[in-house]
């Protein structure tokens, strides 16, 4: 055997080796408690999302997956304590499409798109535009109408500045050429009491805390944020209806600190599509108003560069600024 050959296959050997140990620790993990961060406070979509996941993950690698919630400044308390945790697989986050906004409205230290590993997307949802039943506005159409009449006068409530609520708010303004009076609150619960009372006039929130709210008649809801009209509202219009191209999605999905192991991420991957197949899962999230999504990582990837990428843009243009 000559040198060369002697080093190619010492080479080979340990890279089999390697390869071997990472496939051994993919099969060991998780070998203790996983903590799942939560970037808002309880109650809210990414919530029960994160508690629907964490009940399953814990049966499926047979280790407790603890829901950490981490709220504050529209989601990037969160992120940022995510990108800070060890690259180890034992700090997953639950993100949200706010992941994007918020860094695009407060340019943090860190980069939403390289110092995150995407594991996948979840599902996602609309949100939905509702208003105080005093707002004589019965489809996005009207509402753009009586904001134009009334320009500054009429209040939302935006639950977190930064947060994908506020900035398709913003989106929205910005095409229909509007202008309401922001009044922010730290979370979407915080924002009911008043806009119930009528002291803020509409919302746009996500679809799982503002239901119960339409289903009783304290709010009515004149719009969805989807392209088209969502299933379990067919009488909503779509608000692409009064704004042609416009269409935002509130997504879900985990996500983990940069440097994790490919083969822990894979591990993660298969095991949340296993989950996001389970009759129970699908009930529990189509229940709460998700489509179902699944799939790749790099699908994943995809979906957080594209949409970091548009609301840098709608920042930039509508001259945003954050907290």
Request: with cysteine; glycine share 8%.
């Amino acid at each position: 055997m000559t040198h060369s050959q002697a080093i190619f296959q010492s080479t080979a050997i340990l890279c089999s080796a390697l390869l071997s140990a990472a496939s051994a620790c993919a099969q060991d993990y998780p070998s203790k408690p996983v903590r799942v961060i939560v970037p808002f406070a309880t109650g809210g979509g990414s919530d029960i999302t994160a508690r629907n996941m964490s009940q399953k993950l814990t049966g499926e690698f047979n280790q407790q997956f603890i829901i950490d919630n981490r709220p504050g400044a529209g989601g990037v308390v969160g992120l940022e304590t995510l990108i800070k945790a060890p690259a180890d697989g034992y700090t997953i986050m639950i993100s949200t499409s706010s992941w994007s906004t918020a860094a695009a409205l407060s340019k943090p230290s860190f980069d939403p798109v390289s110092d995150i590993a995407p594991v996948i997307e979840i599902g996602y949802n609309p949100l939905v535009l509702s208003l105080h039943p005093s707002v004589p506005a019965k489809n996005p159409r009207e509402l753009i109408a009586l904001a134009k009449a009334r320009p500054g006068q009429l209040a939302y409530a935006t639950p977190g500045v930064g947060a994908i609520t506020h900035l398709a708010m913003e989106l929205m303004l910005h095409m229909a050429k509007v202008d309401l009076l922001s009044v922010p609150y730290k979370s979407t619960g915080a924002t009911m009491t008043d806009l119930i009372a009528g002291r803020t006039q509409l919302i746009l929130g996500g679809l799982v805390p503002l239901q119960p709210f339409i289903q009783a008649g304290k709010l009515r809801a004149i719009a969805v944020t989807t392209a088209k009209r969502w299933p379990s509202l067919p009488d909503v219009a779509a608000m692409a209806e009064a704004l042609p191209g416009y269409e935002v999605e509130s997504w879900f999905g985990i996500v983990m600190p940069k440097g994790v192991a490919p083969a822990v991420l894979e591990r993660m991957n298969a095991a949340a599509n296993k989950i996001l197949r389970d009759p129970e899962v699908k009930k529990n999230l189509e229940g709460e108003g998700m489509a179902i999504v699944g799939g790749s990582a790099e699908q994943f990837s995809r979906r957080i560069r594209n949409d970091h990428g548009r609301w840098v843009k709608l920042v930039r243009e509508a001259k945003l600024k954050g907290e």
